[in-house]
């Protein structure tokens, strides 16, 4: 519920090695819902770190059960893993000179490197098993599924390789829509699927520079590593039969607000800490207003010497600094793969809601009120804002990254182990 510079999330990403991870200080969902007794599982992609002895593991934040690869699955070699059956190795190479991509349960490593072709079939029976478990002891559960598809290298099992007409990209999602599926199905089977709030989305746009591997944006400008809504904006599913009304909301959220819903929901207070979520529940239940405007873009490693890049304010976002990103890289917009820091006095200024493609910049005086109300609103966040210490500039040591036996030679590649699921 809050943005990522506060609790020092910033610049990039962790990798294996960051000494870094999620301040435990900081309250997470499964922290705030355990307070009204309810049991926590995570499947699949952690990425907020790992560190000495565990320390940033989900089981240290909240949640009771973990199975799945703490970081990106990419963040190691993958030229030699096989990511469609029979045998079909990884496209690309991944990180080099790190530890294979291990699998973890709870505090342990199980597999090592991870079997791609097994792993799916494994969090969707871990996330099924959860469920009935926690029905059966008549208790409330929140479960988080952080999927590692379709990021880079896509991988799909038997069950789903070459089913799909858009080749690995598409077996990918396929075989992710399949969890989903399973975990409906669990819901209804077990009785609780009117009693349980379903809510899906995403965390970032496509990664153009994989081309068709990478997915698409659509209408929006540019992709992942930019504050273009291309970057940005993602789709949100919100299920709960009864509660909530099929239909479509134009009404503005966040993934922040996440955090302030599901406490609402659940009767638990909120963190006594500057939150940046606000409740959605009014969207969810009555179709009504949303209680936010704003919505803060930074880039990927933000700076207090530059501050937010862009503001959304209703239906209009201004753009006081551009810049591209590798991972947007895109033959048809110099602006998405330029790394060239832009900045614009005046901002640039969009209406969202008639150009959602941010093609046609509003900058003629007519508009000068709505960049004034824009400029208040930047400045009352910016005065609010206090930047954590950055985890990711703790560095990299590699006696951390995740091995299945500890303190062999020569690492990396000593670390191989092969466990039954």
Known sequence: GRYQTRSGIYPGVLY??????????????????????YTTAIVGKWHLGVGLNGTYLPTRQGFDNYLGIPYSHDQGPCQNLTCFPPDVKCYGFCDQGVVTVPLMFNENIKQQPADFLQLEKAYSEFATQFITDAVRN?????????????????????????????????????EFDGTVGKILQTLEETGVINNTLVFFTGDNGPELM???????????KCGKGTTYEGGTRE?????????????????????LDILPTFAKLAGAALPDVQLDGVDMTNILLNRGASERQTIFYYPIAPSEKYSVFAVRWKNFKAHYYTQGAIHSENPQDSNCSSLFLKRHDPPLLYNLEAD??????????????VLKQIQA??????????????????GRDSALEPCCIPNCTPKPTCCRCTSAL
Do not use: C
Request: glycine share 12%; proline share 9%.
């Open 235 to 255: 789709p949100a599913i919100a299920y709960w039969p009864g509660s909530i009304q099929p239909g479509v909301t134009r009404a503005l959220a966040s993934s």
């Open 138 to 174: 008549n208790g409330p559960f929140f479960l988080y599924y952080p999927s590692h598809h379709t990021h880079y290298p896509q991988y799909a099992g038997a069950d789903y390789a070459g089913k799909s007409p858009r080749g690995p990209f598409g077996d990918a999602l396929m």
């Open 377 to 394: 609103v930047k400045e009352q966040f910016e005065a609010s804002m206090v930047f954590g210490e950055s985890e990711i500039a703790k």
């Open 16 to 37: 294996p090695a960051s000494k870094g991870g999620l301040p435990l200080n900081e309250t997470t969902i499964a922290e705030v819902l355990k307070s009204k007794g």
């Open 356 to 369: 959602p493609s941010e093609n046609y910049n509003l900058n003629s005086t007519e508009w000068d009120s």
């Open 210 to 220: 994989r081309k068709s591997r990478g997915g698409n944006a659509g209408l929006m």
